[in-house]
């Protein structure tokens, strides 16, 4: 299966049906999240891996009921940074030069120029900024994940505040963006799965510009 057939496959599964999902395949799937592009390669956003049955439950409860947070397999939350510090980007520079085995001062006045942008915004903007970065994780995990042939449910229905507060990301300084449920369709109780799949058409999708 190809990526273009992955993607006709998948869909946003309105029931699953608790078969576990295998942690290799868990693994890759983060691991495409952990390797998509973000600006300036700070990757300002962590993700969150729930299996607890209890804890899935209490977030059911912030999350409008829906039943996939519960019979999923692996609960993944994508969080994003609350905002942009100077501390943050520096750490995210050094550790790059580390590993790139250049000094800190190669790259001084990039870091610089990014911590004239960021820190003259408001967290709010810069929170906002990060979550759109995290997103382009979780697209990056939703396609692996069909890649692999595991479903996975894209969620905002859900309360931010009162996830934060649940899994207590303030202390670490993270917001709520998204969540993603890892588990297998359940081909009896889900009213979609034999839906035809329906996007726009090319000509009404891509503008040309000549």
């Not at 520079?93 to 250049?102: D, L």
């Not at 120029?113 to 967290?123: E, K, P, Q």
């Not at 894209?154 to 993270?174: H, I, T």
């Not at 297998?184 to 090319?202: C, E, F, S, T």
């Amino acid at each position: 299966m190809n990526f273009i057939e992955a993607l006709n496959w998948r869909y946003a599964t309105k029931k699953m049906n608790g078969e576990a999902v295998s942690q290799d395949k868990v693994d890759q799937i983060i691991e495409a999240a952990r390797l998509a592009p973000t600006s300036s390669g700070l990757q300002p956003f962590n993700v969150i891996l729930i299996t607890d049955p209890e804890l899935k439950a209490q977030i059911a409860q912030v999350a409008n009921n829906q039943s996939q947070v519960i019979d999923c397999s692996h609960l993944l939350v994508f969080a994003a940074w609350d905002n942009y510090t100077e501390e943050r980007i520096r750490t995210v520079f050094s550790r790059m030069n580390a590993e790139r085995g250049v000094p800190d001062s190669a790259t001084e006045n990039y870091v610089q120029s990014l911590l004239d942008l960021y820190l003259n915004r408001s967290a709010h903007e810069n929170h906002h900024h990060a979550s759109k970065q995290a997103y382009i994780g979780f697209g990056m995990a939703i396609a692996q994940a069909a890649i692999l042939k595991v479903d996975a449910t894209p969620m905002e229905g859900f309360d931010n505040e009162k996830l934060d507060v649940l899994l207590g990301l303030e202390k670490y300084n993270l917001k709520s963006t998204t969540i993603l449920p890892l588990g297998y369709r359940d081909a009896a109780g889900d009213w979609l799965i034999n839906l035809k799949k329906v996007r726009k058409p090319v000509e009404n999708f891509v503008i040309t510009l000549d």
